[in-house]
Nanobody, 115 residues
Framework: QVQLVESGGGLVQAGGSLKPSCAAS????????MAWYLQAPGKLREFVAQILSDGDTYYSDSIQGRFTIARDNAKNMVYLHMDSLKSGDTDVYYC?????????WGQGTQVTVAS
């Protein structure tokens, strides 16, 4: 059974950094597309970043250059390096894993940026 568990969110001052992590079990992060999404209260989840099995990465225009998605195959984890955080980055961030059968989600981790 595939499970994703996020951690590493928290409260940070504007301009600061955070590195949420996503621990996967039941499958390998190396062979499946992994992604991060954000969701504000009352809104749909929005794409943030993705890393494919070949290592290619993709980012939303809104965070381009400030966030970096990375993968640790040995630990079976995916990270989102968040730099130059803004108050508008305050949201719940979700880890996503895609297989050919379905999409899996973690429980989310709250990121709060104080201005």
């Amino acid at each position: 059974q595939v499970q994703l568990v996020e951690s590493g969110g928290g409260l940070v001052q504007a301009g600061g950094s955070l590195k949420p992590s996503c621990a996967a079990s039941g499958t390998s992060v190396r062979i499946n597309p992994m992604a991060w999404y954000l969701q504000a209260p009352g809104k749909l989840r929005e794409f943030v970043a993705q890393i494919l099995s070949d290592g290619d990465t993709y980012y939303s225009d809104s965070i381009q250059g400030r966030f970096t998605i990375a993968r640790d195959n040995a630990k079976n984890m995916v990270y989102l390096h968040m730099d130059s955080l803004k108050s508008g980055d305050t949201d719940v961030y979700y880890c996503n894993l895609e297989t050919f059968r379905r999409s899996y989600w973690g429980q989310g981790t709250q990121v709060t940026v104080a201005s």
